[in-house]
């Protein structure tokens, strides 16, 4: 009797054998498409005098229709080339209630047998993979457009097959899922984010198929999966919705370059199309049509860690207040009643009473107010060439319009945010002086503000936006967000990992501005080890957190007499993982200026130093800030400086920790003098 190991190479190779036939089949029909196109284009060449335009027109269409078709043919075969490698994942028996028992087979992709129309692979997003994540054997069910479908899961198996060979087949009659998983997470590092479909776990599952949350909050400790379970999540969007969102409808808001180029291969692994991709600070200067230079958040934060001035603290802190966003709507129906400061218009000798001028500024209370203008100027000429029974010279137009904007306290959206403040009592808190930049904690406030004086409508062809790290924004960036992306939202973040605590957003802040949102809150950490993860939760403890049973070495902490011997002890480190096995090593310190100190004693091929410019990062020994490390990983990890003299502030404590917890395998800090009191116990 053949083995269960026996059975499954064979079906192995039998599937291969369709898939390498489909293929083929394809290809001889993307030639035919090309010849077929080359021959129409010629067609048209020659005959293009005889051609009227409807001719052209339609054969512009075919053409069109022609190259779509053959691009659909190019995509499909990548898509088989990858099920080649890797055709499936993962196998469930399923029996449904008063129906058969058939093998599902699910993979990235889907792959139908077209001969036989059978679904040969079913791809890991249809309704019935749900199986595969949700349930061991036994009843189970799964949704579908039509209903729920019952019946029993009689056989559950896991696979890694990789180049097209079968690396092993386990049988699920347990919970295999930690056993494959633990394969998985004991991985080296990649300097780009890998898709985790066959390991997602139940918890995670619920949110990637999540339909109904129009915001969707994924609160989660550090490693537990959030930024891969929210491509994931679009990736099943863009499946479940295919006719309705596109790759481009969708927009990714991302701290940084270096983040946003670590995470933009799993959507293309996953088959779909490169998504959009911003920075906070990009959409900031966009929506203040870069007219006002300003201070990056990177730059808030450097200056906070250098110099934590009381003043500049305290206006960061009163503008990360929810109160502040309440403060502003406040003044924006002050204005709306108190600022407009007109009296009736003279024309000659027609006088344009005051209250019709008034009540046509009403009337457009739900255009925004510095809109109105050319509104009510418009009113206005019509109520003069009423009046008159004339037509107006163009003298008179152009003095009505500019006689409407004059009526009202001010014009420019930069004076009402300096007026803001007046009215508030509160002067002292602006800073925003002509000519200088504006301080980070000003931009979305002056930005918020143009949204409900100007109105923005930029960005309403996006229909999923998703933001990373939602604990560095504040109540008023959420405020413009609200305002500006009104399509469906997931947000994520930690706010353990915050690295600037006077302006950190938790999931209950977030709630308070999106009271419909649904907030999943995640406790499993994958990333770390057991050692790495314990250790880390000294420095910002989280009662909640579960740490994944995956063994390491214990995290070492070692002093040195001077930052000479320490910087050695770095270079020492250095050479062993360089003639090791791991992919990278993350030296993460807390300011730049220690960052680039230590790079200039590691100088060296295969050493980068990772700034606030950089666009990307490559595995080797990348050296680099816990700001711009955020959302990384790395095999080992040493923190350079962990002394009481560098981490002291609560800022500091949060760097700290986002700097441990991106370590996989290894980690170490060091030290001169004393130890930094959040690792002293
Ligand atoms: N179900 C899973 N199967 C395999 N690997 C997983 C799974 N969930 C998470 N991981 C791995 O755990 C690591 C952390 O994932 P990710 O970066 O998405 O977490 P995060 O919560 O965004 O982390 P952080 O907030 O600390 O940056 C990654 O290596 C990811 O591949």
Known sequence: MKTTEQAEREYLEEIKEKLALAIRRGDDAVKQFSSELREKKQYIHEHQSSLDDADMVAADQSINRMAFTGEAAVARKRKLLKLLQSPYFGRIDFVPQGGAKSPVYIGVHSFLDEQQRQNLIYDWRAPISSLFYDYELGAAAYPTPSGLVEGSIELKRQYKI????LEFVLENDVNIHDDVLQRELAKSSDDKMKNIVATIQRDQNAVIRNETASVMVIQGVAGSGKTSIALHRIAFLLYRYRDTIAAKDVLILSPNKVFADYISNVLPELGEEHIP???????AADLLENRYPFQTFFEQVSALLENPNPAFVERIRFKSSGEFVSQLNKYLLHVENNYFTGSELRLGRLLVPLPFILG??????????????????QDVRTFVRDATQRKLTGQEKSLIGEAIPRMFKFTQVLDFYRDFYRWLGRPELCRVEPGQRLEYADVFALIYLRLRLEGITAYEHVKHLVVDEMQDYTPVHYAVLARLFPCRKTILGDVNQTVNPYSASSAETIERVFPQAEVVRLHRSYRSTLEITAFAQRITPNPDLIALERHGREPLVARFESPAEELQAVQRLVTAFQSGGQQSLGIICKTLRQATQVQQVLQGPGVQLLTAESTAFKEGVIITT?????????????????????????????????????????????????ITPFLSC
């Open 360 to 377: 046509r500024f009403k009337a457009y209370h739900r255009v925004p107010l510095l809109k109105r203008f050319p509104l009510v100027a």
């Open 626 to 674: 816990a700001y711009l490390a955020k959302g990384l990983e790395f095999d080992e990890v040493i923190v350079p400086f962990a002394s009481a003299a560098t981490y002291q502030t609560e800022v500091d404590q949060g760097m700290l920790y986002v700097a441990c917890t991106r370590a996989m395998h290894q980690l170490t800090l060091t030290y001169t003098q004393a």
């Open 162 to 165: 990789r180049d097209g060979q």
């Open 277 to 283: 991709e911003l920075g906070m600070e990009e959409l």
